[in-house]
């Protein structure tokens, strides 16, 4: 039987978990597939996917530091990925056209309300950072429709720059950007969006932000418990929670998106869910 061709294409890509998630997924559900890892050239990005679409390849995730250029690439972007700014998902349509999309907001999301079982809706949230991962992420929370969202970053102005943007998708949610040093908690929510636990570093957030019915999810994972929960967990957050299960479910998103099948992801969790230390 032929089967059809997926991968993950970033630089690095050798320590990727996609393959491992998607060959489960394909097993689970009986669908014909392989997914594969390609470490594409920095400077040869769209010349690596426009090859593999050529030889027949059916999707494509995207990872650092590609993500941008993947949006810049695709012929029509979907409206999660048009406000993301970038594109962890691509594919042709009927006519050839190369589509891209954004599932690591609905990945977070679906890993926060379905398997934690954590309410977005009326809560107050935190959110470190204002990166891409941030930009990926808050347009799906905003449509939870919490309470209030502060952004907060070293540099204000980026922060202000996503509440900007995000004006118009905030509705009802009072939607804000602070330093670190001066967010005024606690909060129900946090999400670290910083890569500040990949350097083994804490962003500088008071303790005030913390109670004992916190929530803090870290969109990082390591083989342990990562230094941002670590550091939550010893200010008494109700739970911690890492980027496991973010990676698993906007995994099953893209799977969905290309197969039209929803594999079961709870399964898969907990073959990937590293040890917490």
Same mark, same amino acid.
């Given at each position: 039987?032929h089967?059809?061709l997926y991968a993950?294409?970033?630089?690095?890509v050798?320590?990727?978990?996609?393959?491992?998630?998607?060959?489960l997924?394909?097993?689970?559900?009986?669908?014909?597939m392989?997914?594969?890892?390609?470490?594409?050239?920095?400077?040869e990005?769209?010349? *690596?996917?426009?090859?593999?679409?050529?030889?027949?390849?059916?999707?494509?995730?995207?990872?650092?530091?590609?993500?941008e250029?993947?949006?810049?690439?695709?012929?029509?972007?979907s409206?999660r990925?048009q406000?993301?700014?970038a594109?962890?998902?691509l594919y042709?349509?009927?006519?050839?056209?190369?589509?891209?999309?954004? *599932?690591d907001?609905?990945?977070?999301?679906?890993?926060?309300?379905?398997?934690?079982?954590?309410?977005?809706?009326?809560?107050?949230?935190?959110?470190l950072?204002?990166?891409?991962?941030?930009?990926?992420v $808050?347009?799906?929370?905003l449509?939870?429709?919490?309470?209030?969202?502060?952004?907060?970053n070293?540099?204000?102005?980026?922060?202000?720059? $996503?509440?900007?943007?995000?004006?118009?998708?905030?509705?009802? *949610?009072?939607?804000?950007?602070?330093g670190?040093?001066?967010?005024?908690?606690?909060?129900d929510?946090?999400?670290?969006?910083t890569?500040?636990?990949?350097?083994?570093?804490?962003?500088?957030?008071p303790?005030t932000?913390?109670?004992?019915?916190?929530?803090?999810?870290?969109?990082?994972?390591?083989a342990?418990?990562?230094?941002?929960?670590?550091w939550?967990?010893?200010?008494?957050?109700?739970?911690?929670?890492?980027g496991?299960?973010?990676?698993?479910?906007?995994?099953?998103?893209?799977?969905?998106?290309?197969?039209?099948?929803?594999?079961?992801?709870?399964?898969?969790?907990?073959?990937?869910?590293?040890?917490?230390?």
């Amino acid at each position: 039987m032929h089967n059809d061709l997926y991968a993950v294409v970033g630089n690095p890509v050798s320590h990727s978990k996609s393959p491992r998630i998607h060959g489960l997924f394909a097993a689970q559900t009986g669908e014909a597939m392989e997914y594969t890892a390609i470490q594409a050239p920095l400077e040869e990005f769209a010349e *690596t996917v426009r090859g593999f679409f050529a030889q027949g390849g059916k999707g494509l995730n995207v990872t650092v530091p590609f993500k941008e250029q993947a949006w810049e690439l695709a012929d029509v972007r979907s409206d999660r990925a048009q406000k993301a700014g970038a594109a962890n998902t691509l594919y042709l349509d009927e006519s050839g056209r190369l589509m891209a999309d954004n *599932t690591d907001g609905a990945g977070l999301v679906r890993d926060l309300t379905y398997n934690a079982g954590v309410s977005l809706r009326d809560r107050k949230i935190l959110i470190l950072g204002a990166g891409g991962a941030v930009r990926g992420v $808050l347009g799906p929370i905003l449509a939870e429709q919490p309470a209030e969202v502060t952004i907060a970053n070293r540099t204000v102005v980026k922060a202000q720059g $996503l509440v900007s943007l995000f004006a118009d998708d905030a509705g009802n *949610t009072s939607l804000g950007a602070a330093g670190f040093a001066t967010v005024k908690g606690p909060f129900d929510i946090i999400v670290n969006g910083t890569s500040a636990s990949l350097m083994g570093d804490l962003p500088p957030v008071p303790d005030t932000a913390i109670s004992d019915r916190t929530v803090v999810y870290d969109m990082m994972y390591a083989a342990s418990t990562t230094p941002f929960n670590k550091w939550a967990r010893e200010q008494g957050a109700e739970k911690v929670l890492d980027g496991v299960g973010m990676l698993i479910e906007q995994a099953a998103e893209s799977f969905r998106i290309w197969r039209g099948v929803s594999p079961d992801t709870k399964t898969v969790m907990q073959e990937l869910r590293p040890p917490m230390a």
